[in-house]
């Protein structure tokens, strides 16, 4: 993490605490009334549930009965020594947790370096004594938790080290989702009407054009706000009967492919795309579009957008890769195959 | 606790209903069709079958289109029709303070308020997207910082004083832009101090499209290392001051 951030963060951050935190940490969830081991989510991870647990389930942030801390107090501290402080005082741990679509953060916890000992035992989010917090009652748009190490005093600048207040050194994101919170595409069935009105010919199958409400790509949250694109209506119901078969989940994944391609070609020549950071783009599509290619870390979604900018074929290229579309192809081959 | 909705389908029915008559963006029409077409969801961790209260947004409502009315109906200017938008925000805000957060969370829910409560003002607000037939997406709520009322709602809570007061979210005359691009749609609008902050500063000292865009993005660049959420408004004064000299020395270069 350290290492990727390098391109993005031209400062020292807390590379010992980053993999200690990535390694160690998860957000542990138990639905209400649900016994046995709680589900658990990896750093960077989502976890999808339906609309009543996320806003009942009992959320915990956890490491492990054997995981110390002292490996990474200790690499906190060669930091602290350098921006001037004597001990790991000039860092707190913040949780946060936030929603995109009531645009909101708010803090949940705020410790000292040497309080992650806490998260052995597991630091509850959702006490039952306690209301829960308005950031983890989200049950329609979900929410993220993000533990982040941050400096919390404002330093004199100095070339390589970190100085403004709140620059996180070190963090890992949770994020809890409802099942119908996604890239946030549905073909619209190409019905015969509709096929009249767009002058489409009989043997069109599929058909893209952006969404007339919603003409800049800046401004999308979801794939369905910037892109109209419709399926003969026949084949979508046939795709919709049997979501599973090798040859529907071909089927499925050509039609998404078809969108993200159609995304991605209307970007071609775009002037002001060059002059976006990941910063703008983070929350809205292009930041989902480069979410399918990239884990959650600055300088891999980094690298992604610059590849998106520069070289769109090839981003197009790794989205395949990610929708397993050889794999769908040789499982479609494979059931011609057996057919004979 | 129980609560009204629309389905996106029906929300975008509406909106080509008034695309095609925009007379009949009032609020009988909105009523029948919200009689005909409105569905009843219940919030998902409360067993109460009380229905949420909503009787300070109907008062709301009239009161908006008695001030549309009043602003010169169609002909009201531009300026007017923002002003009027700054000018009602904290009052929406304050009018749903009591509705659960897990029912605010539901587009549905605002697609139904949408039409219900802001038929004519969408309309009235939003004359260029009538004309040309792309206002669905202002009844939709999929983006809760274009659709009305939800980017009212949205502007009002990140201006809310700790006083209760919502002056800062009328502060900046033709600031409808100025919250859409540079606070709500970026995740600036997430950090109060910062928020307050830039909005006191367009006040003050008003930039420019240009500038203003220019600081705005150096603004979301500082997202990607700083937790700007920690930054009170004092700090977040000081750090836009630095940020927007370093845009005057561009200038001037």
Known sequence: ?340 | MKYQTLSLKDSSAFANLVTSDPLRANVTEAASFCAQYAGWSASPNSDSPREVELSALLKLSQEINRRIRDAGGDKASDASREKLEGEISGSLHSAVKDVPIEILDDPRFWRHLSVRYFAEFITWREKDALKKGGISKYFSANESHESIPSRLYLRAQSALNADGSYHLAQAIPRGTDFWRSHILRVRTGRAAGLTKSFVELQRDNRLSTTPLRELAKLVSRMWANIMLFEYPAVEAKGLLADLRAQVEDDDER
């Open chain 1, 1 to 340: 993490m350290a290492l990727e951030n390098r391109d993005v963060r031209p400062f020292r951050d807390l590379s010992g605490v980053q993999d200690w935190l990535q390694e160690n940490v998860t957000l542990t969830v138990r639905p209400q009334g649900v016994n046995g081991d709680p589900l658990a989510i990896e750093p960077n991870g989502t976890l999808r549930l339906d609309p009543k647990s996320i806003v009942t389930s009992d959320l915990r942030l956890t490491i492990g009965d054997q995981v110390t801390v002292g490996p990474a107090l200790q690499s906190a501290t060669s930091l602290a020594r350098e921006l001037g402080g004597n001990d790991n005082s000039l860092f707190s741990v913040v949780v946060y947790a936030s929603t995109h679509y009531l645009r909101f953060t708010d803090e949940l916890r705020r410790m000292s370096l040497e309080d992650l000992e806490e998260l052995r035992g597991g630091l509850n989010l959702t006490p039952p004594e306690a209301p829960r917090p308005r950031g983890l009652r989200l049950p329609h748009n979900g929410f993220q938790i993000e533990l982040a190490v941050i400096l919390n005093t404002q330093l004199r600048q100095r070339p390589g080290l970190p100085f403004r207040l709140g620059t996180w050194l070190a963090r890992v994101k949770f994020r809890i989702a409802s099942p119908t919170e996604g890239l946030g595409f549905s073909p619209i069935p190409l019905t015969e009407e509709l096929r009249g009105e767009l002058k489409l010919d009989k043997q069109t199958a599929t058909f893209a054009r952006i969404n007339p409400s919603q003409p800049d790509i800046r401004d999308a949250t979801n794939l369905d706000d910037f892109v109209e694109y419709y399926v003969d209506e026949q084949l979508l119901n046939r795709m919709s009967a049997n979501p599973r078969h090798p040859q529907s989940a071909l089927a499925q994944t050509e039609v998404f492919l078809g969108a993200v391609n159609f995304l991605l070609m209307s970007l071609r020549g775009a002037d002001w795309l060059s002059d976006l950071t990941l910063a703008d783009v983070d929350e809205g599509l292009i930041g989902k579009l480069l979410r399918i290619v990239a884990s959650e870390s600055p300088g891999e979604l980094s690298r992604a957008f610059d590849l998106l900018k520069s070289d769109p074929s090839l981003f197009a290229a790794r989205v395949q890769d990610q929708c397993d579309y050889r794999r769908r192809l040789e499982d479609n081959l494979a059931e011609m195959d057996g057919a004979r």
